[in-house]
């Protein structure tokens, strides 16, 4: 049946004297169900039998666990996986690691290693029922094409008599994880461990004593230069660029921190009287540059101690060219060669271990190949006057959750109130690159809260990640779904996906185990970009759950997130020296907006909202996070 915003559609059954009026209002998929004789006091029919036990029912297309008579509307498997299609660049190991372990058990096979015993012994555990929706969600997995099947998931090439092993396993996540630091670091997948250089963008000699640098840092870890290119006036300068003094003063007995722009005696580069801000780096950590005529892969980066200027240390660089923007203009009739920040080469270096903690000037250095004449055999950039290294950090952390809002309930409302589930699970990441074990809130069960309306509050005080060993960062994912409907359903919907993200957790610690070890793996840490494994995980975790629902379950994606602080993003944001982050926001994979809005900061504590904006679903839900330094 066709739908249209507002539209209604009245039908009348004159031979039975019979009248329905009909009101639909959604922008999202509707599916109406329907039976011939319902149940006695306004239950909803049950589902009709099947020939074939693990069929999905057709009251529900696409899904193995039918949404109810009363139940929102839900939106089909169809309209879920065009959205993770269009969103999604790198495939689930995770997720087709499950299937591919799914298909083996319900064929009867003996569990073949590790991984197989304690996946198996899940799902030895489900009730028939939920053996029937596991053998549902295998043939929905088994209907996709074999085209969107390859971009949704990882393609093992086993046949059901070949087990995966915890190996092979280890070898598609690690190659997930470096796809998805690709495409973090450089928006590019391959570029996470394939060199490119960006094109030859060096101008002819100008001559003089003094010629204008034929290489220019525009970006040092995102943030602009004093270099950037065409030149800020003063006021676009963002004040997470500018270096800031910060104090704690109380406002009757309240703390609250209060920054100031720093303006004299500048640790980096003074641009007309405002400091640009120079940015604490531990050593062995990533150092991303964006800039101009990184034109090289034997690109170098030359650190120089300020202090003294006696220390310096000249380091490899991983480049990845800008090849999209054109090489030149047209100006005034001329052909000239495009050297502004338009260009985005980006390079990435890592920090040496043992660099003493100070200032330092980043000088990038590119030798010059095309033999341009009059530059030398090397190309060399202005000195930014950008970081600052720090000792290592053995500091230990906590995040909870505070409160869930909604500030608008899914639509329509008329329907009754959203029935609202929260996964979250969480990873600490170990400086041997293995991983500890993943922690769920609430005892593993879904975070659930009943009869949900728009301006509610409800307290959500709940331990989401804490650690006792030091880590290089902490990998959250944040999963909520509105699940209404009769008890019976809601039940299956939360067991299922609960046993399947105690299997996403038991293959996430095997699998990152063995991280380390992998080829791909083992050229990031080479980079310093560690940290970026930690946002790759989350967000690989995400995925993993957001297919495996998409598949089988009549629920409806409200909140969608991945956290990735690195150990230096906890130690900074919990502290009163450095001012509120910027505000963020971000599309989902499935297309929810996510909005972070920083809080406030008292001594060793952060808080932060993060919001959820379905345009599917109409709704708007909010959540607040504290981060808190324990030592």
């Not at 029919?45 to 074939?52: A, E, I, L, Y």
């Not at 409302?413 to 993943?438: H, N």
């Not at 659930?448 to 509050?457: A, Q, T, W, Y």
């Amino acid at each position: 049946m066709g739908t249209e915003d507002n539209d209604s559609k009245t039908t009348s059954a004159e031979d039975c004297g019979c009248r329905i009026d009909i009101s639909i209002a959604s922008q999202g998929d509707v599916n109406i169900y329907n039976c011939s004789s319902p149940k006695s006091g306004g239950e909803p029919c049950p589902p009709p039998p099947q020939d074939d036990d693990h069929v999905c029912p057709p009251t529900a297309t696409g899904a193995c666990v039918p949404a109810s008579l009363g139940a929102k509307p839900k939106q089909s498997r169809q309209r879920k996986l065009e959205k993770l299609l269009a969103n999604t660049r790198v495939p689930s190991s995770l997720a087709a690691s499950f299937f591919h372990l799914a298909r083996r058990f319900l064929a009867g096979k003996a569990p073949a290693n590790e991984l197989e015993q304690s996946v198996f012994a899940t799902l030895s555990g489900l009730s028939p029922d939920l053996k029937r929706v596991c053998a549902c969600a295998r043939d929905s997995f088994d209907s996709l094409s074999s085209g969107d099947r390859d971009r949704l998931f990882v393609d093992l090439q086993h046949g059901i008599d070949q087990p995966l092993t915890v190996d092979e396993l280890t070898q598609a996540f690690a190659q997930e994880i470096v796809d998805n630091v690709g495409i973090l670091e450089f928006d590019d997948a391959a570029c996470a461990t394939q060199e490119h250089p960006g094109q030859v963008r060096t101008p002819p000699f100008p001559g003089g004593e003094f010629p204008p640098a034929p290489v220019r840092v525009c970006r040092v870890n995102n943030l602009r230069t004093g270099f950037f290119l065409p030149p800020l006036s003063l006021g676009e300068y963002t004040p997470q660029e500018l270096q800031q003094q910060c104090r704690i003063v109380l406002e009757g007995n309240e703390p609250k921190q209060v920054c100031e722009i720093q303006t004299t005696n500048c640790p980096g580069m003074d641009v007309g009287g405002l400091c640009l801000r120079v940015q604490e780096v531990e050593g062995g950590q990533a150092v991303t540059l964006e800039g101009v005529n990184f034109s090289s892969v034997n690109t170098k980066v030359r650190l120089t101690n300020v202090g003294d200027f006696t220390i310096t240390r000249d380091v490899d660089a991983h480049v990845c060219g800008d090849q999209e923007t054109p090489r030149t203009e047209i100006v005034n009739g001329t052909e000239v060669l495009i050297t502004d920040c338009r260009v985005h080469d980006r390079l990435t270096f890592r920090l040496p271990d043992d660099l003493p903690i100070g200032i330092y000037d980043l000088q990038v250095m590119v030798p010059n190949e095309a033999a341009v004449p009059g530059w030398g055999d090397t190309l060399f950039s202005d000195g930014v006057r950008a970081i600052t290294v720090v000792p290592s950090t053995t500091a230990r952390f906590q995040i909870t959750s505070e409160k869930l809002i909604c500030d608008d309930e899914t639509s329509p409302a008329f329907f009754g109130s959203d029935e609202v589930g929260i996964k979250i699970l969480g990873v600490a990441l170990l400086p041997d690159l293995t991983a500890g074990d993943p922690q769920t809130p609430n005892g593993g069960n879904p975070i659930r809260f009943g009869d949900v309306d728009s301006g509610d509050e409800r307290d959500m005080v709940h331990l989401l990640f804490a650690h006792q060993q030091a880590i290089i960062g902490a990998a959250l994912s944040i999963l909520g779904f509105e699940v209404d409907g009769e008890d019976a359903f809601k039940e299956q919907i939360d067991s299922f996906t609960d046993a399947y993200v105690d299997i996403v957790k038991d293959q996430l610690k095997l699998a990152a185990a063995g991280l380390a070890a992998v080829g791909g793996i083992s050229a990031l840490t080479s980079l310093g970009t560690t940290g970026l494994i930690v946002a790759a995980i989350a967000a690989a975790v995400v995925l993993a759950i957001d297919v495996f629902v998409a598949l089988w379950a009549p629920a409806d994606l409200i909140m969608e997130d991945s956290l990735g602080p690195t150990i230096s993003d906890l130690v900074e944001l919990t502290s009163v020296n450095f001012p509120l982050p910027a505000p963020s926001e971000f599309v989902s994979p499935q297309g929810i907006k996510v909005k972070v809005t920083p809080l406030e900061k008292i001594p060793q504590q952060y808080r932060e909202k993060r919001e959820y904006i379905s345009d599917d679903e109409e709704s708007h839900y909010e959540i607040i996070l504290r981060y808190n330094r324990l030592a």
